[in-house]
């Protein structure tokens, strides 16, 4: 039997934020959307096993997506 172990980083939810900011990538000034993300050791890519980083707060231009690491 082989297992494929992997690392992927997993993100979820999607609000909108309730001021408008200023990406840094594309320039756009809006509300971000705030989401989720954790760390998690994966099987076969997709399947989390386990969790090996704190629950991290993503804001992400709606514009260009690029994601920023919140507090
Ligand atoms: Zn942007």
């Given amino acids: 039997m082989f297992f494929i172990i ?3 980083f997993f993100v979820w939810g999607q609000e909108r934020a309730a001021q408008a900011m200023h990406c840094t990538n594309c ?3 809006a509300p971000f959307l705030v989401r989720k993300g954790r760390q998690f050791i994966t099987l ?3 399947i989390p096993i386990l969790p090996i980083s ?16 919140g507090a």
Avoid at 54 to 69: A, D, E, M, S
């Fill in 27 to 29: 320039g756009i000034v």
């Fill in 44 to 46: 076969f890519f997709i």
């Fill in 54 to 69: 704190g629950v991290k707060h993503i804001l992400q231009c709606p514009n260009c997506r690029t994601r920023f690491q």
């Fill in 6 to 8: 992997g690392i992927h």
